[in-house]
C-alpha cells in the first residue's frame, strides 16, 4: 500500500511516473492519493493505476493538520473507485476505519474543495476579527476564547487561531497551498455554473500576498498580516 500527499497535479504526477511509483507497484497493490487534486487529473492517475494492475483509491482527502495527526482526529472525505471501498486482491478491502478516519463515505468529489473553502473563510474571517478588536482595544487572545467558547466551540478555530496570534517558526500551510485550493474550488464551480463571490475576494487576497513575496509565507498567520495592511491603506 502506497500513500500520497503531495501539493498538486504535476508533483503528484512527477512522483508517480517519472519517480516510477506506479511503475514498482505489483499486481493487486493499493495506491491512496491524500492530494487535493482536480477531478481531471485524479481519473489520470485512475488510468495508470489500472495500467499497473494496482487498486487506486480515488480520493481519501484528510482535514486537519499537525494537532490533529497527535490525536488521531484526522477528518477523512473519503470516496473510491469501489462502492464501499477500495478492493485489492492482495489485501481485501479498505475502509476510513482502518486508516483511523471517522469520516463515511461521500458521493462527489466537490466536498474536500468545498471544506477548504470554508477554512480559508474562516481564517479571513478571524484575521478581519482579530484587526477590529486590536483597534478596540480588546485583545485578539481574549477574543478568541470568548468568541469560540460562546459561539463556535471549535477546534479548528481554536487551532487556527493560536497559529495566527503565535506563528510557528516554520510555516505550515503555505499562501500557495491556499491559493491551489482556492482556485481548484472556483474551478469546479464554474464547471456547475455557479458564481463565487466570497472565494474570489480571498483569491484577490491571495494573490496580492503573492505581490508582496508572501507565497511561501504561512497561509493562517499572513492573511492577519494581510488584513492589517488593508486597514492601514483603507485608511
Keep these: 500500500m502506497v500513500f500520497t500527499m503531495l501539493m498538486d497535479d504535476p508533483a503528484l504526477k512527477e512522483v508517480l511516473y517519472k519517480g516510477k511509483v506506479l511503475e514498482s507497484l505489483g499486481k493487486g497493490a ?49 470516496w473510491s473507485s469501489g462502492a464501499g471501498g477500495t478492493h485489492s486482491s492482495a489485501g481485501g478491502e479498505i475502509q476510513p476505519r482502518d486508516l483511523g478516519g471517522r469520516g463515511e463515505s461521500v458521493e462527489r468529489a466537490c466536498a474536500k474543495l468545498g471544506g477548504n473553502f470554508l477554512i480559508t473563510a474562516m481564517i479571513a474571517s478571524l484575521s478581519e476579527g482579530f484587526v477590529y478588536a486590536e483597534a478596540l482595544g480588546v485583545s485578539p487572545e481574549v ?11 471549535s477546534p479548528f478555530y481554536e487551532m487556527y487561531g493560536k497559529i495566527m496570534l503565535t506563528p510557528p517558526e516554520k510555516p505550515g500551510a503555505t499562501m ?60
Excluded: Y
Excluded at 494492475?53 to 495527526?69: D, K, L, P, Q
Excluded at 477574543?143 to 463556535?152: C, I, Q, S, W
Excluded at 498580516?225 to 485608511?235: E, G, H, L, S, T
Design 30 to 78: 493499493i495506491h491512496v492519493s491524500l492530494s487535493t487534486l482536480k477531478r481531471g487529473a485524479v481519473e489520470g492517475v485512475d488510468g495508470g493505476a489500472r495500467e499497473a494492475r494496482a487498486a487506486f483509491c480515488r480520493r481519501s482527502g484528510v482535514w486537519g493538520g499537525r494537532i490533529s495527526r497527535r490525536r488521531g482526529s484526522f477528518g477523512w472525505c473519503w
Design 143 to 153: 477574543f478568541l476564547e470568548t468568541v469560540n467558547k460562546a459561539l463556535f466551540q
Design 176 to 235: 500557495a497551498v491556499g491559493e491551489k485550493d482556492m482556485r481548484l474550488f472556483r474551478e469546479a464551480a464554474q464547471e456547475g455554473q455557479v458564481q463565487t463571490p466570497l472565494a474570489d475576494v480571498f483569491m484577490a487576497t491571495f494573490h496580492r500576498a503573492f505581490e508582496a513575496g508572501m507565497k511561501d509565507a504561512d497561509w493562517a498567520r499572513d492573511i492577519c498580516n494581510c488584513r492589517k495592511q488593508d486597514k492601514d491603506r483603507d485608511w
